[in-house]
């Protein structure tokens, strides 16, 4: 049974596909094609929404992108909840359950519409000036309760279940949107074999060609031909057509964002289907064919259920086969609204009267309404609507003033013009200009490789507008590499054309008037708020448009900017150039979160680096930390450890026997070439010259200002070549310097630079038997004392294969570094496990590590620095070459600030109570007893209970700590002040007689 | 996202590959450890930042990996030409009319 407002004969769908749905709860039926709006219309239902602050009923005004009104809820299952979907463009699938929003307790009664009685209360700038003071009750009260109050719709609270897919593109000719317009772009472009692609929001294309039903085209209708077109379009192999795809930023170097909709319109899209794709494509040149938007007019009530632009009535006849009531009126101030009451009129929907503000117009179709009957009241205006849940009657009075007449109808269809959609164009970064006989913002001065053609530009009649979108379609392409065209245009045998209209409200909503005659419909703007703006001091739309909110909802003011600009500049007395107009922003329409995210979310969302050792870790229980991309062994809980168990026991093995550790993750860079160790001498602060083939230096690194960059042991392999290592989290970074430096400085050097980070496995083995955990797995290399002392590298095999070995330590114990091929890495440490634990040694996390090294005042460059910590502020003065003449650094290092004395400096801190451990980033103070704020000399920079010191130790950045041994400061916490004593950094083996132990 | 040509690789590769790295012609001192208190400041600290056309250096960071430079126009974000790293700032742009 087809629903009471569908006309059979009229439109485009097949009656046959029938699809049931639900809105708030109530079940209908639709057809299929049908948007979620013409299935409402279809059953007669106008009423779909509250509006924002008024809670105002409202129905559809559009059958497009640009509705402000019939935003829905569309709820999938659980998690998906989708809010504030437009009815008029979401594509109804069996089954579709949509619920209104911004209602409470129902749609039909909602107690938020107290706002609208109200509404005095709440004109322009309202919170603004309201909720001023106490200021307590900003967050107490005012900011929860409008919090609770605004917004529209609900968010899912479960996490998206979909997936977005993306893609980049290239192509010669780009055109955006794909009606007639479009459509005549696309073929010229292809035709002459560049890759073209073409992109339309709908679903269907022919943009205005669905509803225009006097077009003909090369002899067929309209939309005929538009189909057609598209068939041979999508059958060329240089050609993409993307449906359902919106446009929706133009950035810069004609790059252009795309959502295409890829399954929200259909009932079970499955999961091989992504939910929207994101398009970046890179065009050659750009054909901007968005068309032009409708307005309606701005009067009294002209808000309620059933009052909307006379092209949307003309689609959801003309398109999809529904009367938008049975008795309309029609209210004008240009021609278009004419063909929508003939075409409803010859539906058998009965027109009561059109309504035209001008004085005595004329025109075919004007002679055809009057043909047909139709009652047409020149130089009058609608005056106000009347009815509450839908539209019962229009007030209709001369516009000048006079006797009011009431016509009782069920709907208005509205038309004040048209409006350029300029939007992508002016994301461009192009400039509008006004023109002034036709009243509105068309493309003045280009910015990009771009062209704009139809009705976005101003382009009037189907006739021109193939003519010029079929020209410029042909330019671009032959401007990027086409060949020949080979066809002939496409012939306008017949079309619409219309222009003209009025901006601004309309009578009876002038100035001195207080009705509520919208501009603004999602935002609740009326024409007297803008008015009221104006007179309140905002003179510049941009503070006018931000003082009011007109244009700032989803709809971003498709309908509302140009009629706020118009009553603005009319208040302010200046033509509305000299008003300007606001900014275009990206998107054009509200894009998900999900599309521009795409797979880079979970554990998609960065990439995650695994030591070697990873999985013999994971194997044993440990715990792993995030350390930048990597995942690094924290520690190794044994049954019934909790972490700090843990690491006491680890930090005490290793400094009793010995324990393993992956120390893969520390950046590892080779400098090679002639003049390697020359370079070496410009980017540490420490002399490498004089460094013997196989010992190691412990390097700083410095910025330009004298600031720490970065620390680490660098092994001389040969004279030639220099194994640097870095911080783990400083790799990247440090080789980037480095690069820079030898690139763009020191370009006459030669030197090689090359990252072998994950080349090398590295583990280390640190503590007493760490030589005898080693020494029976290497090959040719003399691991006693005075073949190998502490700070020297060698080259042998380990377990048979090649291996960097360095002895160098991180504990303070005699230590070992084992560098072996990355791929070895997992063999390599379970052989060394294996003799470790005949000697009953420890694997070891990074809190072990970092226990271990603060134990001994190594320092962590960027814990214990923040890069604003010299050497000399460290405690690493003697790292600096004193008789170097050039290093990165050098100047900085003797700025004033940085030799001046009173400088914070690394010291150790030991709390009173042997027990309190501090926390990490406390401030440190000299005075508890000062008043608050108090005088903050330093923080904590490390600080862990040591299990080998049976105490808690701490590092901490002190304003001239060295000066200040043995002296007791304080840490004020909030559970209480702490007093620390200043002491050196070492708490462990003062003498490093241990290194050799 | 912008396009930019790296004068190594000759063709132009998007903005991912690469990474900014402030002003060019900025030239270290061959006796930077001599140098005044107010050259060092000019070096180090004061940088154009111009509303227009800026010299700056780029590096194919995800490519070739080579520092070049580039002329920018700041308002509109267009690269009007990149070169190599040493080469001199180019005396005339093109397209230079306005």
Known sequence: ?997 | MLLIRCPYCEEERPELEFRNAGEAHVVRSANIAGESDDDFEKFFFIRANPKGVIYERWRHIHGCARFFNAVRDTVTDKFVMTYKAGEPKPAKLPGAAK
């Open chain 1, 1 to 997: 049974m087809s629903a009471a407002f569908r006309i059979s004969g009229a439109g485009r769908l097949s009656q046959a596909k029938t699809a049931s749905f639900s809105f708030d709860d109530k079940s209908y039926t639709g057809i299929e094609g049908d948007t979620l709006a013409s299935a409402l219309l279809a059953n007669g239902v106008h009423l779909v929404g509250r509006s924002f602050k008024y809670h105002r009923p409202r129905g559809f005004l559009s059958a497009g992108a640009e509705e402000p009104n019939a935003l829905v809820q569309i709820v999938r299952d659980d998690a998906r909840k989708t809010p504030n979907v437009r009815a008029t463009v979401q594509e109804l699938y069996d089954g579709l359950t949509a619920n209104s929003q911004n209602r409470w307790p129902s749609l039909a009664f909602d107690v938020g519409a107290v706002n609208d009685i109200a509404s005095p209360l709440f004109s322009a700038g309202f919170y603004y000036k309201t909720f001023m003071w106490p200021k307590w009750a900003w967050r107490d009260l005012y900011e929860p309760k409008i919090r609770a109050a605004a917004g529209l719709g609900v968010s899912p609270d479960k996490p998206d279940p979909d997936h977005y897919a993306a893609r980049y593109a290239h192509c010669e000719v780009l055109v955006l949107g794909g009606g007639a317009a479009g459509i005549a772009a696309a073929l010229a472009a292809a035709e002459t074999g560049v890759r073209v692609i073409l992109a339309d929001e709908q679903a269907e294309f022919g943009g205005s060609l669905r509803f225009e039903s006097g077009a003909r085209i090369d002899g067929q209708d309209g939309y005929a031909w538009a189909r057609a077109a598209i068939a041979k379009l999508k059958a060329m192999g240089n050609v993409r057509v993307l449906s359902r795809t919106t446009a929706f930023g133009y950035y810069a170097q004609n790059f252009v964002g795309l959502v295409e909709r890829v399954s929200d319109h259909l009932k079970n899209p499955g999961r091989e289907l992504a939910r929207e794709r994101l398009w970046q494509v890179r065009a050659k040149r750009v054909v901007i064919a968005t068309g032009a938007i409708e307005r309606h007019m701005v009067f009294a009530n002209n808000d309620r259920p059933g009052v909307m632009l006379a092209s949307a009535a003309r689609t959801y006849l003309n398109h999809y086969g529904v009367a938008v009531g049975r008795n309309v009126g029609v209210y004008t101030a240009n021609d278009s609204a004419y063909a929508a009451a003939i075409d409803l009129n010859k539906a058998g929907v009965n027109v009561a009267a059109i309504v035209d503000l001008r004085d005595n117009p004329a025109g075919p179709v004007i002679d055809e309404a009057r043909a047909l009957g139709i009652e047409i009241n020149f130089g009058r205006a609608v005056v106000s609507a009347s009815g509450k849940l839908r539209v019962s009657s229009m007030t209709v009075q001369p516009k000048n003033g006079g006797g009011e007449r009431t016509i009782p109808v069920d709907a208005i269809l509205m038309s004040a013009g048209w409006t350029p959609s300029v939007h992508l164009f002016s994301q461009s970064r192009g400039k509008v200009a006004f023109n002034d006989e036709t009243k509105r913002f068309v493309p003045g001065t280009y910015a990009q490789d771009c062209v704009s053609v139809g009705a976005c530009n101003g382009t009037d009649g189907l006739d021109a507008t193939i003519d010029e979108a079929y020209a410029a379609g042909a330019k671009a392409s032959k401007d990027t590499g086409g060949s020949a065209r080979k066809s002939a245009k496409p012939k306008v045998d017949a079309g619409e054309s219309w222009s003209r209209g009025m901006l601004g409200a309309a009578p009876g909503a002038g100035p001195g008037t207080t009705v509520k005659a919208f501009v603004d419909f999602q935002n609740d703007v009326t024409a007297k708020d803008i008015r009221q703006a104006v007179h309140e001091g905002m003179h510049s739309i941009e503070h006018v448009k931000r003082f009011t909110t007109n244009g700032m909802a989803t709809d971003q003011g498709k309908t509302s900017n140009m009629h706020g600009l118009a009553i603005a500049a009319e208040e302010l007395g200046k033509p509305i150039p000299q008003v300007g107009l606001t900014t275009f922003r990206a998107p054009y329409t509200p894009v998900t979160f999900g599309s521009i995210v795409g797979h880079a979310r979970g554990a998609l969302f960065d990439p995650t680096r695994r030591t070697a050792t990873h999985g013999w870790a994971a194997s044993q229980g440990a715990v792993f930390e995030d350390v930048g991309h990597w995942k690094r062994a924290w520690y190794f809980p044994k049954a019934g450890e909790d972490m700090h168990k843990a690491v006491d026991r680890e930090c005490v093995t290793v400094r009793k026997v010995g324990g393993l550790f992956d120390a893969s993750t520390l950046g590892k860079i080779e400098v090679v070439g002639p003049d390697a160790a020359k370079f070496m001498e410009l980017l540490y602060t420490n002399p490498w010259e004089k460094l013997e083939t196989g010992r190691c230096r412990y390097g700083i690194m410095l910025r330009e200002d004298g600031f720490i960059y970065d620390d680490g042991v660098v092994g001389r392999l040969a004279p030639d070549r220099f194994h640097v290592t870095t911080t783990t989290g400083g790799a990247p970074r440090v080789m980037n310097h480095m690069e820079d430096y030898l690139q763009t400085e020191f370009p006459h050097l030669n030197v090689w630079l090359t990252s072998i980070t994950e080349q090398w496995a590295v583990i280390a083995v640190q503590g007493p038997k760490s030589r005898d955990i080693i020494a029976p797995l290497v090959e040719g290399i003399d691991m006693s004392d005075e073949a190998m002392p502490h700070m020297s590298v060698r080259e042998g095999k380990i377990c048979g294969v090649p291996t960097r070995l360095f002895r160098m330590s991180f504990t303070g114990e005699r230590g070992f570094e084992v560098n072996v091929p990355a791929d070895y890495g997992e063999a390599v440490w379970e052989a060394l496990w294996a003799e470790g634990q005949k000697h009953g040694a420890t694997a070891y996390g990074t809190e072990a590590m970092h226990v271990l090294r603060a134990e001994k005042g190594y320092i962590i460059v960027g814990q214990d620095t923040d890069g604003t910590v010299t050497p000399n502020d460290a405690g690493l003065d003697w790292a600096v070459g004193k008789k170097k003449t050039d290093f990165v650094g050098i100047r900085g290092l003797i700025r004033p600030d940085l030799v001046a004395k009173g400088r914070k400096q690394l010291v150790g801190l030991k709390t009173k109570d042997p027990k309190v451990v501090l926390e990490e980033g406390a401030q440190i103070v000299a005075d508890p007893k000062q008043p608050i704020p108090m005088k903050m000399i330093g923080h904590v920079t490390s600080s862990y209970w040591s299990e080998n010191c049976g105490r808690s130790i701490a590092l901490a950045l002190v304003a001239g700590g060295r000066d200040r041994m043995g002296q007791t400061l304080y840490v004020p916490m909030p559970n209480g002040t702490i007093e620390v004593e200043v002491t050196g950094m070492v708490f462990v083996d003062e003498k490093g007689e241990r290194l050799n132990g």
